[in-house]
């Protein structure tokens, strides 16, 4: 009877899984009874903490100053959390987090530097690259998208 909840939490759809799991443990079958809800407890516990590592990850993304990547990982967590109300309010918190006004300075720097690096990818380490990533690091130190503006800029010189 896990099966379907292990089945259900690889596909991605924990607000399945979960209820699926619980309900196991609260009902459990009459053939398999302690056997079933100890495998029911075990999922949990795995789901659980599954999903607090998807979470730990967009936390050390944003961290990374990686806005474009925790904002996938938050809409995957957004469709993964359908249909459970407490992982989706988790989820919304997570995201108001990341869209906050403490964070707009690093989130624009972020997207300004995407789009130098965008450019130092397709054309190729030119000069005028290497002084953009230059003028931008002094621009916005003090900000992570500055330090890795910085690293990449060390690494052309």
Do not use: M
Not at 14 to 39: I, M, R, S
Not at 69 to 89: M, N, P, S
Not at 115 to 137: H, I, M, R
Request: charged share 30%; aromatic share 6%; with cysteine.
């Amino acid at each position: 009877p896990v099966r379907k909840a292990y089945g259900d939490f690889a596909k991605g759809n924990w607000g399945k899984a979960l209820p699926a799991a619980q309900a196991v443990t609260d009902n459990p079958p009459p053939k398999e009874g302690d056997a079933a809800v100890a495998a029911a407890k075990a999922a949990l516990d795995e789901f659980k903490q599954g999903i607090d590592a998807r979470f730990a990850r967009v936390d050390s993304l944003v961290a990374a100053g990686l806005f474009d990547r925790a904002t996938d990982e938050l809409t995957a967590i957004a469709k993964a959390a359908k249909g459970d109300a407490e992982l989706t309010k988790r989820q919304a918190d997570a995201l108001a987090k990341l869209n906050g006004d403490d964070l707009k300075t690093e989130r624009d720097a972020a997207v300004a530097l995407a789009k130098l690096e965008k450019k130092l990818y397709a054309n190729g380490p030119e000069d005028s690259t290497c002084k953009a990533l230059e003028a931008f690091a002094e621009k916005h130190s003090g900000t992570k998208a500055g330090e890795r503006a910085s690293y990449l800029d060390s690494l052309l010189h």
